[in-house]
T-cell receptor
Framework: DQQVKQNSPSLSVQEGRISILNCDYTNSMFDYFLWYKKYPAEGPTFLISISSIKDKNEDGRFTVFLNKSAKHLSLHIVPSQPGDSAVYFC???????????FGAGTILRVKS | EAQVTQNPRYLITVTGKKLTVTCSQN?????MSWYRQDPGLGLRQIYY???????DKGDVPEGYKVSRKEKRNFPLILESPSPNQTSLYFCASNPTGVGETQYFGPGTRLLVL
């Protein structure tokens, strides 16, 4: 039973437009959420995070929104750039202390 | 340069032949962990270590062993590999716990025949 779900395996966006990647979770004990980006043949790299006490966190072109009542978070990338093309993983922690639970990932393709 | 290194990067082996994947970090991090990445399943945690001599199971520990004798090293041991352990493996570390940013190694692609 996947506790963190990314229901869109892939997303294609035109350069300059907004990319919205979605993530749903089932465990209400999760209190910290992260997004990682992964290029081929490399390890994931941290992108942005949000604590459950917030509903929005922004870092440059990247903004993460958290809706606790819906158990949903989203990552907005504005404007999207071809270099943003990668696999994006949503992850959550909380209930198990030091365990990080990942979603299956969404492949983002930004077309120029 | 601050980094997490893994060796080997690619490995083909046969069922039952013991192997070790090494992981080392030069950031003096206390927390280290191993993940495997499989299509449609994302990254799943195998084992983690809060500090030297302290290790614990993640979500998919069966068939794996780890040790943490020194802070910088966290090897992953497959005593008797099986084809269902064919996967992409990542080692990660961070200063004290999973709530902080984790730094990932480049990955080890393992094929068990």
């Amino acid at each position: 039973d996947q506790q963190v779900k990314q229901n869109s395996p892939s997303l294609s966006v035109q350069e300059g437009r907004i990319s919205i990647l979605n993530c749903d979770y089932t465990n209400s004990m999760f209190d910290y959420f992260l997004w990682y980006k992964k290029y081929p043949a490399e390890g994931p790299t941290f992108l942005i995070s949000i604590s459950s006490i917030k509903d929005k966190n922004e870092d440059g072109r990247f903004t993460v929104f958290l809706n606790k009542s819906a158990k949903h978070l989203s990552l907005h990338i504005v404007p999207s750039q071809p270099g943003d093309s990668a696999v994006y993983f949503c992850a959550a922690s909380g209930e198990y202390g030091n365990k990080l639970v990942f979603g299956a990932g969404t492949i983002l393709r930004v077309k120029s | 340069e601050a980094q997490v290194t893994q060796n080997p990067r690619y490995l083909i082996t046969v069922t039952g032949k013991k192997l070790t994947v090494t992981c080392s970090q030069n950031m003096n991090h206390e927390y280290m962990s191993w993940y495997r990445q499989d299509p449609g399943l994302g990254l799943r945690q195998i084992y983690y270590s809060m500090n030297v001599e302290v290790t614990d199971k993640g979500d998919v520990p069966e068939g794996y062993k780890v040790s943490r004798k020194e802070k910088r090293n966290f090897p992953l041991i497959l005593e008797s590999p099986s084809p269902n352990q064919t996967s992409l493996y990542f080692c990660a570390s961070n200063p004290t716990g999973v709530g902080e940013t984790q730094y990932f190694g480049p990955g080890t692609r393992l094929l068990v025949l």
